[in-house]
């Protein structure tokens, strides 16, 4: 666990999202830390995740619900994290207009 949250934090500073889904009735406490909601996640030497980048679904919870919930709850997280990522970089997206602009026509 401790190297997991190690791996968490670094991986907070790169362009990635980190999902896991519960499978089965396990106490998942661990993995709800991981997912940081309750709080910042830190790594064993106290160093805190850059952004959120974990979310976490116990699976039990959509057993009966359609795989759109379930995929839907998997995925909540995704466009937010994104969005802080190229922020924290200080990326900007572009106004329509600039892509239009830049893309290539094929005649």
């Known amino acids: 666990m401790a190297d997991t949250r190690e791996a968490i934090v670094h991986a907070s500073y790169l362009p990635m999202s980190v999902i896991i889904v519960g499978i089965g009735n396990a106490d998942f406490s661990d993995m709800q830390m991981l997912d940081g909601d ?11 995740v850059l952004r959120d980048i974990v979310q976490f679904v116990p699976f039990r919870n959509f057993k009966h619900a359609s795989p759109a919930a379930l995929a839907k709850s998997v995925l909540a997280e995704v466009p937010n994290q994104v969005v802080d990522y190229y922020n924290g970089k200080g990326i900007k997206p572009k106004c329509m207009s600039e ?8 005649p």
Do not use: F, H, M
Not at 38 to 48: Q, V
Not at 99 to 106: G, H, I, N, P, V
């Open 99 to 106: 892509y239009e602009s830049s893309r290539t026509l094929a």
């Open 38 to 48: 309750d709080g910042i996640l830190r790594s064993p030497k106290g160093e805190p």
